[in-house]
């Protein structure tokens, strides 16, 4: 899966989540973060990718981190 956005600042991933800080971002993007599927959809259309490709992407990662 492509993702189109992995180059851009993690503190526009924060504000789009209406997140608090950029820690809480860089928290997420190293995957220690419960999601919502509200935020699942907000971060699939900054990636501008499919949901469900985000979410395959998600669990083959936590799989092979396991």
């Known amino acids: 899966m492509e993702m189109r956005n ?3 600042p ?3 991933l ?6 608090e800080n950029v820690r809480d971002a860089v928290a997420l993007h ?4 419960a ?3 509200s935020d ?6 900054w990636l501008e990718v499919p949901r469900a490709a ?3 992407r998600i669990f083959d990662e936590s799989d092979r981190a396991s």
């Open 10 to 12: 993690i503190s526009e």
């Open 30 to 33: 190293d995957g220690v973060v």
């Open 14 to 19: 924060a504000a789009i989540l209406g997140m």
């Open 6 to 8: 992995q180059g851009r």
């Open 40 to 45: 699942v959809d907000l971060i699939a259309a």
């Open 54 to 56: 985000l979410l395959r």
């Open 35 to 37: 999601l919502s599927l």
